[in-house]
């Protein structure tokens, strides 16, 4: 398995930037997961890093050597597509056993790589099967069989579960994870499914208009984001964000309680806006005289089962959602106190970027 490096990769279509001076390293054995909106450029850059796309500026190194000059064919990467990309003509065996042969490589080595690669992925009671033969999933399971078989370098994953339902797309996510466990495969993996991203990497590289926004772990993102982009952008439902001069004017109007030591603290940070996750809501009674109090009712709830989620408005037309665990139900328009938890929320400035406030001064 092998490390990968970019240093300062950049790939302009004419005057679009589609990678803007992109830096990061993928460690061996690592799963790293590109994730952004469509049209940040994750894709393009996993293009740029597989060979098939020229970077306009930059270095691009594997195992110390910098192969941004060397044609896709010659970097042992293997990349698997949105699209499965099969053979139709083929049956399975022949899909996953084809590349081998355009290598020379001998046929009882083939044999013995499909085989071990049918097993791995439980599909060896399919090799004689056609694709049109499959399902989405067993066609997906092919695709990366076709990966493995070439003991590549590395795996580069294009969004491999776009085309898959909902059930089939949780299924193949784990499967791939613990694959990629099992093979300790250097994989750089892209999606723009937060979920997806948050469950599957070691790493996560966060990209907004082709530039680099954040990398870290998904719980460093999730908790420590970098900026109001990152901290939207991962979670799910997304995190709460209400300005601070709006949270004044519900205070101003009898709506919401700001402890005075505290909003003297946003004022002197210039805090533009506040960020909390929907857990970091309760409706309780017993809570912290620190907290941020706002009333608010119910204007919609979905009841999950072991869980839900309360979609509460305020008469300023401020809305944020309370994660509740459990199967207590609120009906439309009740009234709710909600308490905010500002020691594990997030602060914004007029920018955009984090600032780092101590919980003692909340």
Do not use: W
Request: hydrophobic letters at 40%.
């Amino acid at each position: 398995m092998a490390n990968i490096l970019l240093k300062n990769v950049s790939k302009h279509f004419d005057s679009v930037r589609a990678i803007d001076q992109v830096n990061f390293e993928v460690k061996k054995g690592e799963f790293l997961v590109l994730v952004g909106p469509s049209g940040c450029g994750k894709s393009t850059l996993l293009r740029s890093i597989a060979g098939l796309e020229t970077i306009t500026g930059g270095q691009i190194h594997i195992d110390d050597k910098n192969v941004t000059e060397t044609h896709s064919s010659k970097r042992d990467l293997a990349m698997v597509f949105q699209s499965y990309a099969l053979y139709p003509h083929m049956n399975v065996y022949k899909n996953l056993s084809f590349g081998l042969e355009t290598m020379k490589i001998p046929k009882n080595v083939i044999d013995e790589r499909v085989q071990k690669a049918a097993q791995i992925l439980q599909i060896d009671q399919l090799l004689k099967r056609k694709p049109k033969q499959l399902s989405g999933g067993q066609k997906q399971r092919v695709a990366i069989g076709r990966a493995i078989v070439r003991e590549p370098k590395a795996f580069l994953f294009d969004e491999p579960l776009s085309n898959l339902d909902a059930d089939l797309r949780v299924q193949m996510r784990v499967e791939i994870a613990r694959l990629q466990k099992r093979l300790g495969a250097t994989t750089i993996y892209v999606t723009h499914d937060q979920v997806e991203a948050m469950t599957m990497a070691d790493r996560i590289v966060v990209l907004n208009g082709g530039r680099v926004e954040q990398i870290g772990k998904p719980l460093e993102l999730y908790n420590q984001p970098s900026n109001v982009f990152v901290a939207s952008f991962i979670g799910s439902p997304r995190i709460n964000l209400i300005k601070l001069s709006e949270l004044v004017e519900l205070q101003n109007a009898g709506k919401a309680v700001i402890p005075e030591a505290t909003l003297k603290t946003f004022e002197d940070k210039r805090v533009e806006q506040i960020g909390f996750r929907p857990e970091m809501v309760k409706a309780e009674t017993k809570v912290s005289a620190r907290d941020l109090l706002i009333h608010t009712e119910v204007s919609h709830m979905e009841q999950l089962g072991s869980e839900a989620y309360i979609y509460l408005e305020t008469d300023h037309n401020i809305n944020f959602v309370m994660h509740n665990q459990g199967q207590q139900h609120f009906e439309s328009k009740t009234k709710l106190a909600a308490h905010i938890d500002l020691g594990s929320s997030h602060f914004f400035d007029q920018s955009g970027s984090a600032l780092v406030i101590k919980n003692n001064l909340v």
